[in-house]
């Protein structure tokens, strides 16, 4: 799976992306738009961690 796969089915991968970061909330999904750079920046916004942690897990989870 690609991240072009992911943007264009965003109604579909929203659940799946809150499954995996519960935290994130439906209006901050709706806002994310499926934009990689959006999801990485609120990923850590609100787990406090840093760039490159949030591209690790986003890689983790484009491969899983």
């Known amino acids: 799976m690609n991240w072009d796969q992911i943007e264009g089915?965003?109604?579909?991968f929203k659940g799946k992306v809150k499954e995996?970061?519960?935290k994130l909330t439906d209006?901050?999904?709706?806002t994310i738009e499926g934009k990689r750079d959006r999801l990485a920046g609120k990923i850590?916004?609100?787990y406090g961690?840093?760039?490159?942690?949030a591209?690790?897990?986003l890689n983790e989870f484009l491969d899983s």
């Open 20 to 22: 995996k970061w519960g």
């Open 27 to 30: 209006d901050e999904l709706n």
């Open 44 to 46: 850590q916004e609100k």
């Open 9 to 12: 089915d965003w109604k579909q």
């Open 55 to 57: 591209e690790k897990q």
């Open 49 to 53: 961690i840093v760039k490159e942690e």
